[in-house]
């Protein structure tokens, strides 16, 4: 079968101030006609800077130093800049990544999707009426399962929700029926249920139209739902590339073998059991309720009950889950057992004593500490490491030498050398500046630290490392952990309890070996089932949920 | 989430009416602790005690502030700001006939700001850290630091050496007959009586002090849309266009510039309290004979009923500004009209 795209010795490199960035380096692939390839790869590796290259929307300070991109044959890079603009949209499409940023937000989606297909109609040298193009629209975005298109098209990017954004951008690919798609991580940014029905609708409409398909990922358990041939890349280079199957089941390289072991297990042998904690609660919780209330001058107010009659408790020493989509309550029951927002109803204590009264107090800011999700942003890009930390140690009263000397001794807690305490978080790696983070926190010798989807933002490998040091931390100084998160394999060995949240209400809780294997919930059914796994096995153990429990329990992102 | 331009709008205006409020009470106290007596000063230095006490009679100078301050708003809203304490004539009069000079010279400013510093802004942003970016930043640190009268002064010497047939000083030649208008406005006036001789002195004469009061503006300006479509220039809708193919110039000036007038509009509305400090100033050097002048006049002379009427005519103009550009704000940013109305 004729190849539509080969890449053969692509060198890439960025110009920064003067310094050369070499970063795609011979990279060769090839993509047969109506074949499904995934180029996987963590942050950095080349990815992007590839489908750029293909695509032909490298940054002006980029440079192709040499290969080709022959697509059915013809080197693209060799073509006049009309020529090749004329492929954008028709013969290449993109699935943008972040359904939230991908649209300017001062103008409605269906001038966007209007433009797109006024340009490329014209470059193919079509002259297409306004109400022609909107009856196009209108049936691709049928297409993408959105019912009601002249909705669609009249609402501004922030009247929708990131799944319907998310299908907007899949239309847009489609406006023109190109020959390959490429899609760039799409849905990472969205909750795993809506990511899971993203890749479900890109994989129908890729077989229904008989497309080409280029996924660009992270996730290995989504290219094996979506790729037939992989290709894996590592600081700008392919390091290995074979049919899905063996790539899997018997990775030649040690680089591919490191990133499948990265992966939590959902189900089987490899799963990992944390011990229950015996101690007594540390945290407790019975009946909350948290109301956000708006009250205009004029006018009716709002209501929003975002987390509704909850209770639970957190025992001393455990590793307590709460999982859920994003507005759920989470965030907001760990911001009110941190004693930063009140309870409207309900009481929340602490070690026995009631949130209420200790909030505000030096004792109390101690105990709780908290790790955030970014770490590119929790950290003050002004400030050297050292100075992150003095700030929680000064609060405790430690001046001098004694400051200087814990700061070292948090650093080698979080296992980075001592010499670090000069750096800026722009000279730290994501995982780095995460450690920087967890060090902040334990300055203050808390007890319980939240963990705010802590590794979320990181690489599966480095999230294997900042979760092995949080649990040799918490067996070294016996912390409690309140871990929250929408990752449920991770969850499902990291944690030694778990409590499921819906619509602000906790809809399942228990040990993580029951939870898993026997949800009762249909919603805990319908998450479990939406995580990407990366074998059979796991995929066959999934809990199963009817149609019907999907659309109670669901968030519809196509209406 | 529902669009509602009223009741975002209704909250606004009842926010500057507030403010309006706020400042009559200010300049009215202001106005009754300073040293000077107006019925004093309304006399003169050789009125007799007996005269002047009536004087404060006649003023309503006796009766308790509170009954004073109410007197005078209530009057204010029909109009009414007293009479000149020098010239005797109603300070309502005396504006009306000098604002119409004022808002030509501020609405000229305004255009000028807009027509230049906004290209320039996206100019530089398009060719940043060329010799283009590096001139105009330059000229808009210069603009920023320099002050509006300084301008002025060395307008008039340019002018005066090397244009020695540019007319510096007035709003028009006095042997030309201004025609009476519907406006007040010269240009606009002289356009609809079909004077182009006239149009031709007072767009010149107009021109100069126009530049020297937008020069500030322009530089905040122009460093303002530079950044913002910098910024912009990197969000991925950008490059969600671009890998659709759709032109850079389609981009740039469509989706680019509306998303990042956003800032420097803010900023305009600012922009307009200096306008109307520094004009005070420029009106003087160029003997333009506006509102500002008249209230620089009123506030050497100690003319307190003249100086409260034009500060609180400042502010209203001020406020009148603002309030447009929050229309333009409103229905340039679709997010603010969402946010209001959630």
Same mark, same amino acid.
């Given at each position: 079968m004729a190849n539509l795209l080969d890449v053969t010795g692509l060198n890439v490199a960025f110009r920064t101030y003067g310094r050369r960035h070499h970063l795609l380096k011979d990279v060769a692939l090839s993509i047969p006609e109506g074949g499904r390839v995934a180029l996987i790869g963590e942050t950095g590796s080349g990815k992007s800077v590839t489908s750029k290259a293909i695509l032909g929307t490298l940054p002006r300070n980029a440079d192709v130093e040499g290969g080709e991109?022959?697509?059915?044959?013809?080197?693209?890079?060799?073509?006049?800049?009309?020529?090749?603009?004329?492929?954008?949209?028709?013969?290449?499409?993109?699935?943008?990544?972040?359904?939230?940023?991908?649209?300017?937000?001062?103008?409605?989606?269906?001038?966007?999707?209007?433009?797109?297909?006024?340009?490329?109609?014209?470059?193919?040298?079509?002259?297409?009426?306004?109400?022609?193009?909107?009856?196009?629209?209108?049936?691709?975005?049928?297409?993408?399962?959105?019912d009601d298109p002249r909705r669609i098209v009249d609402a501004y990017p922030s009247q929708l929700s990131g799944g319907m954004r998310q299908r907007v951008l899949i239309a847009l690919s489609l406006l023109h029926q190109p020959d390959l798609?490429?899609?760039?991580?799409?849905?990472?940014?969205?909750?795993?249920?809506?990511?899971?029905?993203?890749?479900?609708?890109?994989?129908?409409?890729?077989?229904?139209?008989?497309?080409?398909?280029?996924?660009?990922?992270?996730?290995?358990?989504?290219?094996?739902?979506?790729?037939d041939d992989v290709y894996v890349m590592r600081?700008?280079?392919?390091?290995?590339?074979?049919?899905?199957?063996?790539?899997?089941?018997?990775?030649?390289?040690?680089?591919?073998?490191?990133?499948?072991?990265?992966?939590?297990p959902l189900y089987g042998a490899k799963v990992e059991d944390q011990k229950p904690a015996e101690a007594d609660p540390i945290v407790e919780m019975r009946g909350v309720t948290k109301m956000f209330e708006q009250k205009p001058w004029i006018g009716q107010?709002?209501?929003?009950?975002?987390?509704?009659?909850?209770?639970?408790?957190?025992?001393?020493?455990?590793?307590?889950?709460?999982?859920?989509?994003?507005?759920?309550?989470?965030?907001?029951?760990?911001?009110?057992?941190?004693?930063?927002?009140?309870?409207?109803?309900?009481?929340?204590?602490?070690?026995?004593?009631?949130?209420?009264?200790?909030?505000?107090?030096?004792?109390?800011?101690?105990?709780?500490?908290?790790?955030?999700?970014?770490?590119?942003?929790?950290?003050?890009?002004?400030?050297?490491?050292?100075?992150?930390?003095?700030?929680?140690?000064?609060?405790?009263?430690?001046?001098?030498?004694?400051?200087?000397?814990?700061?070292?001794?948090?650093?080698?807690?979080?296992?980075?050398?001592?010499?670090?305490v000069g750096k800026y978080p722009h000279e730290l790696s994501g995982g780095q500046k995460q450690r920087v983070a967890i060090a902040r926190a334990l300055a203050a010798d808390p007890e319980i630290i939240v963990l705010d989807e802590p590794t979320s933002a990181l690489d599966v490998s480095v999230q294997k490392n900042v979760i092995a040091l949080l649990t040799r931390l918490r067996e070294e100084l016996g912390l409690t952990y309140l871990f929250i998160s929408h990752d449920l394999s991770l969850m499902r060995n990291f944690c030694s309890r778990i409590a499921i949240m819906l619509r602000g209400e906790i809809v399942e809780a228990g040990a993580p070996r029951e939870v898993f294997d026997n949800p009762r919930h249909p919603y805990t059914r319908a998450l479990i089932a939406a995580v990407p796994v990366i074998s059979d096995e796991e995929e066959t153990r999934k809990p199963r949920v009817s149609d019907e429990e999907r659309r109670r329990y669901l968030v519809d992102t196509a209406a | 989430m529902q669009e509602n331009y009223l009741y975002t709008f209704a909250k606004r205006i009842a926010g500057f009416v507030g403010v309006l409020f706020v400042l009559s009470l200010m300049i009215f106290i202001l106005a009754r602790v300073v040293p000077g007596d107006p019925a004093r000063i309304a006399l003169g230095p050789s009125a007799s005690q007996e005269q002047v006490d009536a004087m404060r009679m006649q003023m309503g100078l006796d009766r308790p502030l509170t009954e004073q301050y109410v007197s005078y708003v209530a009057n204010a809203l029909r109009g009414d700001l007293g009479r000149s304490l020098i010239s005797g004539r109603p300070v309502t009069r005396e504006i009306a006939a000098l604002l119409p000079a004022t808002l030509e010279l501020v609405l000229a400013t305004v255009i000028l700001m807009v @027509?230049? #510093?906004?290209? *320039?802004?996206?100019?530089? $942003?398009?060719?940043?850290?060329? %010799?283009?970016?590096?001139?105009?930043?330059?000229?808009?640190?210069?603009?920023?630091?320099?002050?509006?009268? @300084?301008? #002025?002064?060395? *307008?008039?010497?340019?002018? $005066?050496?090397?244009?020695?047939? %540019?007319?510096?000083i007035g709003r028009i030649d006095h042997t030309l007959a201004a025609p009476a208008g519907p406006t007040g406005l010269l240009l606009v006036d002289s356009l609809l009586h079909g004077r182009f001789d006239v149009f031709a002195d007072a767009f010149q004469r107009l021109l100069f002090p126009a530049i020297a009061l937008a020069m500030s503006g322009i530089g905040q300006i122009t460093r303002i849309t530079r950044s913002a479509m910098i910024e912009n220039q990197r969000r991925d809708h950008v490059l969600t266009l671009q890998s659709f193919g759709v032109p850079d110039r389609v981009i740039v000036f469509r989706y680019l510039l509306k998303l990042s007038s956003i800032a420097p509009l803010t900023i305009m509305g600012l922009e307009f309290a200096s306008l109307i400090g520094n004009a005070f100033v420029v009106e003087l050097v160029f003997s333009w004979g506006g509102f500002a002048s008249y209230g620089l006049n009123?506030?050497?002379?100690?003319?307190?009923?003249?100086?409260?009427?034009?500060?609180?005519?400042?502010?209203?103009?001020?406020?009148?500004?603002?309030?447009?550009?929050?229309?333009?704000?409103l229905m340039l940013d679709p997010r603010l009209r969402l946010k209001e109305a959630r």
């Open positions: 991109i022959l697509f059915r044959g013809e080197n693209v890079l060799d073509m006049p800049r009309p020529r090749r603009d004329a492929l954008k949209g028709t013969a290449f499409s993109v699935i943008m990544q972040d359904p939230l940023s991908s649209f300017n937000p001062v103008f409605r989606i269906g001038r966007h999707l209007d433009d797109v297909m006024y340009y490329a109609d014209r470059r193919l040298g079509r002259r297409s009426s306004a109400g022609h193009r909107r009856d196009r629209i209108f049936e691709v975005l049928r297409r993408v399962q959105l798609l490429i899609a760039d991580e799409p849905g990472t940014a969205l909750d795993v249920t809506t990511q899971d029905e993203i890749m479900k609708l890109i994989n129908r409409l890729v077989a229904e139209n008989g497309l080409s398909l280029l996924m660009i990922t992270h996730n290995l358990g989504v290219v094996r739902q979506m790729a600081h700008g280079e392919i390091v290995e590339h074979g049919a899905l199957s063996t790539i899997f089941s018997s990775p030649r390289q040690a680089y591919t073998r490191q990133l499948i072991e990265a992966i939590p107010g709002t209501r929003h009950v975002a987390v509704n009659d909850v209770s639970l408790s957190v025992r001393r020493g455990e590793v307590f889950g709460l999982a859920g989509e994003s507005g759920s309550g989470k965030t907001t029951v760990a911001r009110m057992i941190m004693g930063l927002i009140g309870a409207t109803e309900g009481s929340v204590t602490v070690d026995g004593k009631s949130v209420e009264d200790e909030r505000g107090s030096d004792a109390f800011r101690r105990k709780i500490q908290i790790v955030y999700q970014n770490p590119g942003t929790s950290l003050n890009p002004k400030r050297t490491v050292g100075q992150a930390l003095s700030v929680p140690l000064a609060f405790a009263g430690m001046r001098g030498a004694a400051l200087e000397e814990r700061i070292v001794e948090l650093l080698r807690q979080v296992d980075l050398p001592a010499n670090y | @027509l230049i #510093a906004v290209p *320039l802004g996206v100019v530089t $942003a398009r060719y940043r850290n060329s %010799w283009i970016d590096n001139t105009g930043r330059f000229f808009s640190i210069v603009g920023v630091t320099m002050p509006s009268f @300084l301008f #002025a002064i060395l *307008l008039q010497l340019f002018a $005066a050496y090397f244009l020695s047939d %540019w007319p510096i009123a506030i050497l002379q100690k003319d307190l009923n003249a100086v409260m009427g034009v500060v609180l005519l400042s502010g209203l103009f001020f406020i009148v500004a603002n309030i447009i550009i929050d229309i333009i704000l």
